[in-house]
């Protein structure tokens, strides 16, 4: 309903095209909407192809981002259990 307010200009020439592409303009021509085909859900198959190789694209991801983050991620954790045996050694250093 929206639309019914616009007017349609009647062209002879387009030129917001480039003069090469006037050819393949001539044979197109307005569809107004009208559906010919429609696919049900079952024959899109979205989200199949997501999770078809998705061991191979986590491995990629996990090869790819080990050298950039693994550096900052083994220091954590290294201190991490560094700190925590320096503290149960201070903790426990009056015991022996």
């Known amino acids: 309903m929206a639309f019914r307010a616009t007017k349609i200009f009647r062209m002879s020439e387009r030129y917001d095209v480039h003069p090469a592409l006037k050819k393949l303009w ?34 990629k991801k996990l090869k790819e981002y080990t050298f950039e983050a693994g550096a900052g991620l083994s220091l954590g954790v290294f201190v991490f259990f560094w700190g925590d045996y320096e503290h149960k050694n201070i903790a426990y250093h009056h015991r022996n």
Do not use: C, R, W
């Open 26 to 59: 001539k044979k197109h021509y307005q569809v107004d909407g009208m559906v010919t085909q429609h696919l049900s859900p079952f024959e899109q198959n979205i989200v199949t192809p997501m999770f078809k190789d998705a061991p191979l694209k986590i491995a």
